[in-house]
């Protein structure tokens, strides 16, 4: 009655894949609701506003800083050239 001729083991299946398909839906779905929620507490990725300098900085040697940072990172300027760049945002201090 349930053989291999009565389309019973087709269905079978399917049902494992639809199984399986709804399962890796539901953890992208919690995946990104995760990734979503811990992006409305992070910071904002500019360096502009009140709260964008680093410790102990104003506003504007904040995002100067940030930006002497990023530049340093990519490889855009030498240790050396950063360290000095660096002692003269905190000179210019007032």
Known sequence: MYG??????GMMGWMW???ILLI??????????VRLAGSRGAPPA??????????GTGPGEGSARL???????RGDIST???R??????????P
């Open 46 to 55: 500019s360096g502009t506003g009140a709260g964008s300098g680093t410790s």
């Open 4 to 9: 291999p001729g009565s389309g019973w083991s």
């Open 80 to 82: 050396a050239e950063y």
């Open 24 to 33: 890796v839906g539901i953890v992208l779905l919690v995946v990104l609701l």
């Open 84 to 93: 000095e760049r660096l002692e003269a945002l905190r000179h210019d201090r």
């Open 67 to 73: 930006i002497l940072d990023e530049r340093y990172a």
């Open 17 to 19: 894949v639809s199984w």
